[in-house]
């Protein structure tokens, strides 16, 4: 019998399994794809930010070389090796997965995991053939999958997901992106600099719902200077793959101030979200209770209502992150071997790897100002870096929402180059429960990119030193 039984391989998964090891726990891991490390190594996370990586320094060859004295001459994009590039990292990291299940005495159960009891997990392989496994705990971390809209026929062709977006065998004239959220946007940003015409149509009145509306306007009058277009304000009414002049293209309707307008690509990628994965799990079976969207609801130690079964990341409700899904995995085996565990959600920052790119973690302005809660706001911007300035990155700014009263940090929000590695010291602020003050007295070295925080934190107080 083990002690743990994991359902799902992806990082909120695996890292639970391995923290769940390091207890002396006796762990396994059901994994039904060939790979570990779920969406985020395999088709999400890992294999875009290579992509974002590669058109980029493509992009700044492009358009940003002479600035620095290089001449170019004969530049052009090779997308196969471009992908194969991508395939090799994603290939080290998931094996490197493997490797560390293997270092930590973890076992791999290869195939679909169907809960039979609280007790039993049966594991069925490609050829069909099911092995129960008796454990003494099991930690749902499924995670999630595509969602899409009623009249989008995927075909896994010309209308697809970020998983098909990711593989696109040639660079498409026009690539249409229903959704202007985190992952349309980078994806949208990919195929933009390798030389599609993108057209972003979005249900909201703006893009990036739900960040901060100061980021947001920076935000899309950039993407807009780099050749993306945006539709805000939308209803998608249908897309569907079909043959004109002998050639597939795509068909997306939209409704438009009343007005339904129809848009022809090559491709259509199809972005409005991700819902929990949770299918053969036998969830019903064995009562375990969802929310009206289909989320695995669990307490604050991440049970669910049936005593022994856990879940974490994707597959409960919050936020979609892989970061978060690890944070709780190790919370949910530490509570399970000593009784306590515990993650900070508002010091889990949110990145979009766009460029530049944008990061946030705590609370908005607007999230603030609807709680009642009294703050004042630091902001600063990239221009006056010297190190920015030497990067030739002085678009963007830093802001820090501290509260009035305390001037404790409740939320930092950056948009700019390597925003989403700045991110981080405002994320261990609020953690420990840090002022502005404590920020703009700690010493930021010279010439970096932390000094944009830290004068940001002086500018709560009114203070900003170069500016």
């Known amino acids: ?65 002479a600035d620095h004295g290089l001449k170019t001459s004969g530049l052009e994009v090779d997308l196969a090796k471009m992908l194969a590039r991508k395939d090799r990292i994603v290939k080290s990291l998931t094996t490197g997965v493997e490797f560390l299940f293997k270092k930590n005495k973890i076992a791999w159960l290869k195939g679909h995991g169907r809960i039979a009891s609280a007790n039993v997990v049966e594991v069925t392989d490609k050829e069909g053939k099911t092995v129960p496994h008796e454990t003494k705990r099991i930690l749902i971390a499924t995670g999630s999958a595509p969602s899409t809209l009623k009249g989008v026929e995927i075909d896994g062709d010309v209308v697809g997901t970020s998983t098909e977006a990711i593989a696109y065998s040639e660079v498409p004239p026009h690539l249409a992106i229903i959704g202007a959220g985190v992952i349309g946007l980078e994806l949208g940003s990919v195929w933009a600099r390798l030389g599609s015409r993108v057209t972003v149509v979005e249900y909201m009145p703006q893009i990036l719902p739900g960040n901060d509306a100061d980021i947001v306007a920076v935000a899309q009058k950039t993407f807009m200077e780099q050749g993306m277009d945006f539709v805000l304000g939308a209803k998608v009414m249908g897309a569907v793959a079909k043959t004109v002049a002998k050639k597939k293209v795509g068909e997306l309707t939209f409704e438009k101030d009343g007005k339904t307008q129809t848009i022809v690509a090559d491709k259509i990628l199809v972005c409005v979200g991700r819902k929990p994965y949770i299918d053969g799990l036998g969830l019903d079976k064995v009562g375990v209770t969802l929310n009206p969207r289909g989320a695995v609801i669990v307490d604050q130690n991440y049970q669910t209502n049936v005593k022994g079964i856990f879940a974490i990341g994707d597959v409960i409700p919050g936020a979609m992150l892989a970061h978060k899904a690890e944070e709780e995995g190790v919370a949910a085996v530490e509570y399970m071997h000593s009784g306590h565990g515990h993650v900070t959600y508002d010091a889990i920052p949110g990145i979009v790897y766009t460029h530049p790119e944008i990061a946030s973690v705590g609370k908005t302005e607007e999230q603030l100002k609807k709680d009642g809660i009294e703050y004042k706001v630091g902001k600063f911007n990239f221009m006056p870096n010297g190190r920015a300035k030497a990067l030739g990155e002085i678009v963007g700014f830093a802001k820090i929402l501290a509260d009035k009263r305390t001037d404790r940090v409740l939320g930092a929000h950056i948009i700019g180059v390597r925003a989403g590695d700045m991110i981080a010291e405002l994320a261990i602020a609020i953690e420990f429960k840090a002022s502005a003050e404590d920020i703009a007295r700690s010493s930021h070295a010279h010439p970096t990119l932390s000094e944009i925080v830290k004068e940001a934190a002086l500018a709560v107080d009114g203070r900003a030193l170069n500016s």
């Open 1 to 65: 019998m083990y002690d743990l039984i994991v359902i799902g391989a992806g990082p909120g998964g695996y890292i639970a399994a391995i923290r769940a090891a390091q207890l002396g726990m006796n762990v396994a891991c059901v994994e039904k794809d060939k790979t570990l490390g779920g969406t985020c190594l395999n088709v999400g996370c890992i294999p875009s930010k290579a992509l974002l990586e590669s058109s980029e320094l493509y992009a700044q060859a492009q358009h940003r070389f």
